[in-house]
């Protein structure tokens, strides 16, 4: 492959993982499953996932913050953000 094939494929790579990473993330850590409502700010429509035990979920906020609740716990992150289901509650990580 010639350097400006590569280069143009070495770009689209990175651009697609980059967009793919500008929408929340969840990574269910209990070994149960979960119904997680999502809303976005501005947004009165809820968005629903289930998440399977150990499971996770990608993608799921397209406004610049989110609210995310299971039962017994809501949390609001960014879009790029990332959370663990874990012990029943939705946590954040720290950057």
Known sequence: MNTR???????????LAHGAAQAADII??????????????????PSYFNIKSGGSQYGMCNSN???FA?????????RNGVMYIRGGKLLIQKP
Not at 6 to 15: E, K, R, T
Not at 28 to 45: F, I, L, R
Request: hydrophobic share 40%.
């Open 5 to 15: 094939v590569f280069g143009i494929v070495a770009g689209l790579v990175i651009g």
């Open 28 to 45: 269910n850590q209990d070994k149960k499953a979960y119904k997680v409502t999502v809303v976005g700010v501005g947004s009165s429509s």
């Open 65 to 67: 913050s989110c609210t």
């Open 70 to 78: 299971i039962p017994g716990s809501k949390v609001t992150a960014s």
